[in-house]
């Protein structure tokens, strides 16, 4: 037997938190449904810790991690029967970071005063995306907000496992970029004003690298106020251009331009689209008005403007598959897919399949450039900092040949 922590919700709505022992973690689930509480996490107790299972990848409460939560819990609650503003101010009351429980509170305040969770949420500004809102008010429209707030949960909690994968990838290539500069730094400012006398007074040329940090060190020495001075004018330029809208699109951008990025951002594209408009049409809204939201919901202009597109084709009475094709994200065994989806009256099904597809895929070929990233940025940092070195003992060399001869 093995103790697990749990939290649960009681049939009157009321948070509960407690242990419970267990053979295994399916075993620890049954005991607990069969009190009459609905858990909805159960973790393994190990050294008197729990060793969760949630993925929080952000310092910020708002992140993906707590609407993820949030929606998670929110849907649990309904689906026990518990009214939508009694939901909420027991979700509010389960929060303990300040700002959670303010988000929470006047999610509440809105409800309570008569508005839709979804017209209560755009009011949150800078918490909720667009595309969550839009979703929640077509689960409202069709009247199927619970399954809605199932797939949200899912489809971020997805997210955060796929961005867990990248930090995790990214650690070491991070240590490497980071060990760079200050290898330069050390170099610069201890090998090299030691080193710089030898060539003074000799026939041997100094390296082209090693002049240049010698006329850097040098000229700092010398001017350190206007260097710093244009550094900061440089570290602000940069602060002020990323906050650009133009800027920022143009980033957006970036990554579907590159070749080796180009794969994952259609993955991820194809995956969104797909899960997006599923998720509409299995909570009962018809294909047009899904196609609406889905529009609405896109923050990206130019993948917004092929959506119009495709949706203006679907009004004219094209088939779905046959309009998808107008986006080069999609490939066309996922079109046959959603062709076969259409045939078989199972088009939300389908569209789910291929955004799971399209997220494995994604995963896949995120591990594959994480792996290929590591050695790369490893034998490019061996060839800077291994190059300066070697051309500043191959200088050293020559002077002793020199005062051999």
């Given at each position: 037997m093995a103790p697990f922590r749990y939290e649960a919700f009681a049939p009157s709505g009321k948070i509960l938190r407690g242990e419970v022992e267990a053979p295994h973690l399916a075993g620890a689930l049954a005991i607990l449904q069969a009190q009459g509480i609905r858990p909805y996490r159960t973790d393994p107790v190990i050294a008197g810790k729990a060793k969760t299972f949630e993925l929080t990848l952000t310092r910020s409460p708002l992140g993906l991690a707590w609407r993820a939560r949030l929606f998670r819990q929110l849907g649990t609650l309904l689906s026990a029967g518990v009214p939508l503003d009694r939901g909420l101010h027991i979700l509010a009351s389960g929060f303990t970071a300040e700002r959670e429980h303010k988000i929470a509170e006047s999610l509440l305040a809105r409800v309570t005063g008569g508005k839709s969770l979804s017209a209560a949420m755009r009011q949150e500004e800078g918490v909720f995306p667009a595309d969550e809102c839009g979703l929640i008010q077509a689960g409202e429209q069709s009247g199927s907000l619970i399954p809605v707030l199932g797939d949200l949960a899912t489809v971020l909690e997805r997210r955060l496992d796929i961005r867990s994968k990248v930090v995790s990838a990214l650690v070491y290539p991070a240590f490497l970029m980071a060990l760079a500069p200050i290898c330069l730094i050390i170099i610069a400012t201890v090998l090299v004003p030691n080193i710089a006398p030898l060539f003074e007074g000799t026939d041997a040329p100094m390296p082209f690298a090693l002049r240049l940090m010698v006329w850097g060190t040098r000229s700092f020495d010398a001017h350190k106020p206007a260097w710093i001075a244009i550094l900061l004018v440089i570290l602000g330029s940069g602060?002020?251009?990323?906050?650009?809208?133009?800027?920022?699109?143009?980033?957006?951008?970036?990554?579907?331009?590159?070749?080796?990025?180009?794969?994952?951002?259609?993955?991820?594209?194809?995956?969104?689209?797909?899960?997006?408009?599923?998720?509409?049409?299995?909570?009962?809204?018809?294909?047009?008005?899904?196609?609406?939201?889905?529009?609405?919901?896109?923050?990206?202009?130019?993948?917004?403007?092929?959506?119009?597109?495709?949706?203006?084709?679907?009004?004219?009475?094209?088939?779905?598959?046959?309009?998808?094709?107008?986006?080069?994200?999609?490939?066309?065994?996922?079109?046959?897919?959603?062709?076969?989806?259409?045939?078989?009256?199972?088009?939300?099904?389908?569209?789910?399949?291929?955004?799971?597809?399209?997220?494995?895929?994604?995963?896949?070929?995120?591990?594959?450039?994480?792996?290929?990233?590591?050695?790369?940025?490893?034998?490019?940092?061996?060839?800077?900092?291994?190059?300066?070195?070697?051309?500043?003992?191959?200088?050293?060399?020559?002077?002793?040949?020199?005062?051999?001869?």
């Open positions: 602060l002020l251009a990323v906050r650009n809208p133009r800027i920022q699109h143009g980033m957006k951008r970036l990554p579907a331009r590159l070749p080796f990025t180009k794969p994952l951002a259609h993955h991820a594209t194809a995956g969104r689209v797909c899960r997006t408009l599923g998720a509409l049409l299995r909570g009962g809204l018809p294909l047009q008005a899904a196609l609406a939201t889905t529009v609405e919901v896109t923050s990206d202009p130019i993948l917004k403007t092929k959506l119009a597109t495709i949706r203006a084709a679907v009004t004219e009475g094209q088939k779905l598959s046959k309009a998808l094709a107008r986006l080069p994200e999609l490939p066309p065994p996922m079109l046959q897919m959603i062709a076969i989806g259409e045939d078989t009256n199972t088009l939300d099904v389908m569209l789910l399949y291929v955004a799971d597809a399209e997220e494995k895929a994604l995963a896949s070929a995120i591990d594959r450039l994480m792996t290929l990233l590591t050695p790369l940025l490893t034998i490019l940092m061996g060839l800077m900092v291994g190059g300066i070195v070697m051309s500043i003992m191959r200088a050293i060399l020559s002077i002793n040949d020199l005062a051999l001869k």
